[in-house]
């Protein structure tokens, strides 16, 4: 059997090249894991409560069984991934609270975004149920864009999308019904 020298020259170039392909493949998946996206926190902490005070006054109590501060990313936030309690208090020490069942900040534009059995109580006995809620921070409006479910002692209402300032003195709702107690205009005079 006679083999030529250009026959031989292909057969290891071939072999060379296939060599080379699966060698990279290998490599290529390594690129790929070490070019991935890693989404890790730089901090995870349990049974997380945080107090803010403002002039040596109690505001805030944000609580929840786990915290995980993502402030590393490109877009940095913070997640409460198994829940968020948060107490507010006035300026007359008067408590409302709202809690979910899981709860993202967004640093950045300082927007927070609550999930799952939403519920916002007010001092005054006002309450909110919303599958989700969310707290523009730097506006200080809350709105969402879903269904909702409002009760105080004076109106009970239900609808689709709702946004208002953190007092429920401003408030606008999208496609709502309920009903409201309406006061005697004779009665409101004696």
Same mark, same amino acid.
Not at 74 to 79: A, H, L
Not at 136 to 145: G, K, L, R, V
């Given at each position: 059997? =006679?083999?030529?020298?250009?026959?031989?020259?292909?057969?290891?170039?071939?072999?060379?090249?296939?060599?080379?392909?699966?060698?990279?493949?290998?490599?290529?998946?390594?690129?790929?894991?070490?070019?991935?996206?890693?989404?890790?926190?730089?901090?995870?902490?349990?049974?997380? %409560?945080? =107090?803010?005070?403002?002039?040596?006054?109690?505001?805030?109590?944000?609580?929840?069984?786990?915290?995980?501060?993502?402030?590393?990313?490109?877009?940095?936030?913070?997640?409460?991934?198994?829940?968020?309690?948060?107490?507010?208090?006035?300026?007359?020490?008067?408590?409302?609270?709202?809690?979910?069942?899981?709860?993202?900040?967004?640093?950045?534009?300082?927007?927070?975004?609550?999930?799952?059995?939403? %519920?916002?109580?007010?001092?005054?006995?006002?309450?909110?149920?919303?599958?989700?809620?969310?707290?523009?921070?730097?506006?200080?409006?809350?709105?969402?864009?879903?269904?909702?479910?409002?009760?105080?002692?004076?109106?009970?209402?239900?609808?689709?999308?709702?946004?208002?300032?953190?007092?429920?003195? %401003?408030?606008?709702?999208?496609?709502?019904?309920?009903?409201?107690?309406?006061?005697?205009?004779?009665?409101?005079?004696?």
């Amino acid at each position: 059997m =006679k083999f030529s020298l250009k026959y031989i020259f292909i057969n290891i170039v071939t072999v060379f090249a296939v060599t080379m392909f699966f060698s990279c493949e290998g490599n290529l998946k390594e690129v790929q894991k070490m070019n991935a996206f890693t989404k890790t926190p730089i901090g995870i902490a349990e049974n997380f %409560v945080l =107090k803010y005070t403002d002039s040596l006054r109690l505001t805030a109590v944000v609580s929840g069984p786990v915290y995980e501060d993502f402030s590393n990313q490109t877009f940095p936030y913070r997640e409460f991934p198994k829940g968020v309690h948060v107490d507010f208090y006035d300026k007359d020490n008067q408590k409302s609270t709202v809690s979910a069942n899981y709860g993202i900040i967004y640093l950045n534009t300082k927007l927070i975004d609550m999930q799952g059995n939403v %519920v916002l109580e007010t001092h005054d006995g006002k309450r909110l149920n919303a599958p989700q809620l969310y707290w523009d921070q730097n506006n200080q409006w809350i709105f969402t864009e879903g269904d909702y479910t409002f009760t105080s002692p004076d109106l009970n209402m239900k609808g689709v999308g709702i946004d208002f300032n953190k007092e429920f003195t %401003v408030v606008s709702s999208h496609g709502n019904s309920g009903t409201a107690v309406v006061k005697d205009s004779e009665e409101s005079e004696e």
